[in-house]
């Protein structure tokens, strides 16, 4: 038996599992929106588990953040001519190797673990 879940109660889930710190709350709407975009797009209905999302997906605040964590990548700084060139070839690297989902306003976005 599946229930649907609308936006209000993925917040809510993830204050009853206690991680509501492990997203910002404009992360879990990204990350809402993808996975309602996924279930639409391959017709697949995905089980709410606050545990394995907490386990599989990852927000960073920036590209900085995120090459804190990963420091295995080709791209350098150098050879772009400013930080928007820059940002854009490490978000391009990164869809290269896994799902990269953009938080709408912000430099942040989350990206599942690999």
Do not use: P
Not at 91 to 97: A, F, L, R
Request: glycine letters at 4%; a negative charge.
């Amino acid at each position: 038996m599946k229930q649907s879940v609308n936006l209000y109660d993925f917040h809510n889930a993830f204050r009853e599992a206690d991680r509501e710190n492990q997203f910002s709350y404009e992360g879990r709407e990204a990350l809402f929106e993808y996975l309602e975009c996924y279930e639409e797009d391959t017709g697949e209905e995905i089980e709410l588990d606050v545990i394995s999302l907490c386990c599989d997906y990852e927000e960073y605040e920036n590209v900085a953040e995120y090459l804190d964590y990963y420091t295995e990548t080709d791209i350098k700084r150098g050879d772009y001519e400013d930080d928007e060139e820059y940002t854009e070839a490490v978000k391009e690297d990164i869809q290269d190797n896994t799902t990269l989902i953009e938080i709408e306003d912000s430099d942040g976005f989350i990206i599942e673990q690999y």
